[in-house]
């Protein structure tokens, strides 16, 4: 049977962080890996992380199962954390997963089942495993125009005409905040927008929100996800807390459905358990019960915000720092829009060739589209950054 197995392409992300261990020169910069790095390139375990671990190990007395959906408390949690008072708790059907990836493969899974012929639009680009499952589940993919290389912003025109080809029963994938892998934003304005084409097409929303907080604050960032929610008919959210509680390997994640009409709650949260029970049953519960414990405690809660928002803070002053000195050593405005975008990412708009002497003259590392992370800078890496990336010509 295995000698029917065919090779698998390798991981190009993990391809470079092989390059970048092998690599000697001391001042080489690692911008590929999708991990926040504090300023001494270390991600650590957060203040209010480390009290509700504690608390847990002193409290739990048993390692049962929650149930397939999770245990509520997280769930209750989160739905709150993410919507807020934009729907009620009764129209939000919702499941615990194994980190964001496993929220946005099972919203994937429960389109399949709901509408096999759906089509699911994805923006040009966005996250890589978002159409590497899509591919896998052999659901027809339509790309829209989203990134505009050369105002590094969105190219918005172009997106809404692509929305044009939308049919009932579609799905459109959305990102939440902080766009990945380019850091650039639909505005309050363009979101109504992009709602209307939706909801005039009798399309469905699918938004993946993977960087609550790192962008404009918590509120800020979930403000777009509540007003589709409150808007449309019915929309599917994937929720990941990998990177504001910093958890990444407890691999935790929460899948919500949200339907104006709640007399579909029920049957909407049994298939979600249903599709739960297939794939892994029992959702992890470590990384949840550290979220509902930080979430539902007053002293931790306010902890746990002012360390994300001293994460916010830094990630905003990196790109500020950055954009200035390109300004300073070109003498051009030209990289304005990295001051301007949000979360870990931007999306520099360079040629593959560009990004390769990037990482051979100079040791920059980022990904061959030219994905980088601002987490992988600190004060002292800026500039050298930013130098290299005059040399180079961009």
Sequence with gaps: MF???????????????EMFKADDRPTKIDLGVGVYKNAEGVTPVMRAVKAAEKRILEEQETKAYTGLAGDPAYGDAMVSLVLGDAVARSNVAAVATPGGTGAVRQAFELIRMANPGARVFVSDPTWPNHLSILKYLGMEVVSYRYFDSETGGVDFGGMMADLKGLRAGDVVLLHGC????????????????????????????????????????????????????????????????????????????LLM????????????????????????????????????????????????????EDVRLSMLGLREQLAAELQRLSGSDRFAFLAQHRGMFSRLGCSGEQVEALRRDHGIYMVGDSRMNIAGLNKTTVPILAKAIIDSGI
């Excluded at 084409?197 to 009798?202: E, I, N, P």
């Excluded at 993946?208 to 599917?236: H, K, M, N, W």
């Excluded at 049957?267 to 358990?273: E, F, R, W």
Aim: proline share 4%; charged share 15%; glycine share 8%.
């Design 3 to 17: 000698n029917a197995l065919k090779e698998q392409p390798a991981d190009k992300i993990l391809m470079l962080m």
């Design 178 to 253: 902080c766009h990945n892998p380019t850091g650039a934003n639909l505005n309050m304005t363009e979101w109504k927008a992009v709602i209307a084409a939706m909801t005039a097409a009798g399309a469905v929303p699918m938004i993946d929100i993977a960087y609550q907080g790192f962008g404009d604050g918590l509120e800020a960032d979930a403000a777009a996800v509540r007003l589709v929610a409150a808007s449309v008919p019915e929309c599917l959210i994937a929720a990941s807390c990998s990177k504001n509680f910093g958890i990444y390997r407890e691999r935790t994640g």
């Design 257 to 308: 459905a949200v339907a104006q009409d709640s007399g579909l709650h029920a049957v909407t949260q049994g298939n979600l358990a249903f599709l739960n029970r297939q794939n892994y049953s029992f959702p992890p519960d470590h990384g949840a019960r550290v979220v509902s414990t930080i979430l539902t405690d007053d002293g931790l809660r306010a902890d746990w915000m002012a360390e994300l």
